[in-house]
């Protein structure tokens, strides 16, 4: 085989087996796209008691602090420190700003700074419900996240390198991120 | 994750100033001359001034600060930031750095642009996240971006 067009079938190959992980929508023409994606990690925080600061200059101020949590993906997997935070800005065009900075310390003890910015937004019931610490379908409001990692750890250091999205679930106990790394 | 075309935005950009090693890497500032963009729902032009602040960090990664103001056709002025990353293979990075040009699948190029307008017939930039690919040529950069549903 001419070694071009091997090469674009192995292409086409690889772009069919990341479309269907990263789940794009059935017609959509994958192999069309300039930016495919797969699955990075999903991770689960746990939160503690919000502290509300209110109307600051920016929107409305809420700090959710991070008790804990946990996180797994094909290559790393682990625990999340108690600690860090996500600083929420409720803007006056009704999205939400989130600003998080974790530390995760994966099961073989290396430790990962991990932040992101992300908004969220939705129909105002749906929002509604959510304040009430209800659990609503992820599919009903936007949540979308651009998590950062920083670590020292060699077998890791694939996360310094990469630019990744979240897709979000909030919950009434914390949030689930399913995060998908930008190939 | 789905997403669907956002637009295209060229930049051009003259000589950069390059600021040397610095504490965090080696500094290089590219003035923004100028610049198209184009999309399904947005088209306009690019406004001198801005720029993208880069640092070349010391695990041979590029990281890409930018900001730029764009000029819609119908005369709305949108912010757009970004941060990105660009790295590879150290000939294809030198053959990049000479001004040839390389096939952009032969290195790591993305960024996360974020946008803030009033404008409302493009408010809703002001509520999506968006992830670029980027080309990049002699006389500036391409970035095809894509609005992550």
Not at chain 2, 14 to 34: D, E, F, M, N, R
Not at chain 2, 76 to 84: D, E, Q, R, T, V
Request: charged share 25%.
């Amino acid at each position: 085989m001419h070694d071009g067009r091997r090469r674009d079938v192995l292409k086409a190959v690889a772009v069919t087996a990341a479309s269907a992980l990263a789940g794009f929508a059935p017609g959509v023409d994958a192999e069309d796209r300039a930016i495919r994606s797969r699955p990075l990690m999903t991770v689960r925080i746990s939160a503690a008691t919000r502290q509300t600061f209110g109307p600051v200059p920016h929107g409305t101020r809420t700090f959710v602090p991070v008790s804990g949590g946990n996180f797994e993906g094909p290559r790393l997997r682990g625990r999340i420190v108690p600690g860090g935070g996500d600083w929420l800005l409720l803007r006056s065009d009704g999205v939400l700003e989130l600003d998080l900075r974790i530390t995760l310390e994966t099961d073989d003890h290396a430790l990962i700074y991990m932040t992101f910015q992300g908004l969220r937004h939705g129909p105002p019931d749906v929002i509604a419900a959510l304040g009430r610490g209800e659990v609503v379908d992820p599919a009903r409001y936007y949540f979308r996240t651009l998590p950062r990692f920083e670590t020292s750890a060699e077998r890791y250091a694939f996360l310094n390198r990469i630019i990744t999205v979240g897709s979000g679930e909030a919950r009434p106990d914390g949030a689930i991120h399913r995060i998908e790394e930008i190939l | 994750m789905t997403c669907r075309p956002l637009m295209r935005v060229e930049v051009v950009v003259p000589p950069p100033q390059k600021l040397g090693a610095v504490p965090q890497g080696t500094s290089v500032i590219a003035a923004i001359a100028g610049g198209t963009f184009e999309g399904p729902r947005l088209r306009g032009k690019v406004l001198p001034g801005g720029g993208d602040w880069t640092l070349l960090r010391p695990d041979g990664v590029l990281e890409l600060d930018l900001r730029i103001t764009l000029e819609t056709d119908d005369g709305a002025l949108i912010g757009m930031s970004s941060f990105g990353l660009r790295h590879g293979p150290a000939e294809v990075l030198a053959a990049l750095s000479r001004g040839e040009p390389v096939d952009p699948s032969e290195y790591y190029f993305r960024t996360a642009p974020r946008f803030e307008t009033s404008a409302p017939q493009y408010a809703f930039l002001n509520r999506v996240m968006a992830i670029a690919s980027g080309d990049r040529r002699a006389g500036g950069p391409i970035y095809s971006i894509e609005e992550i549903l």
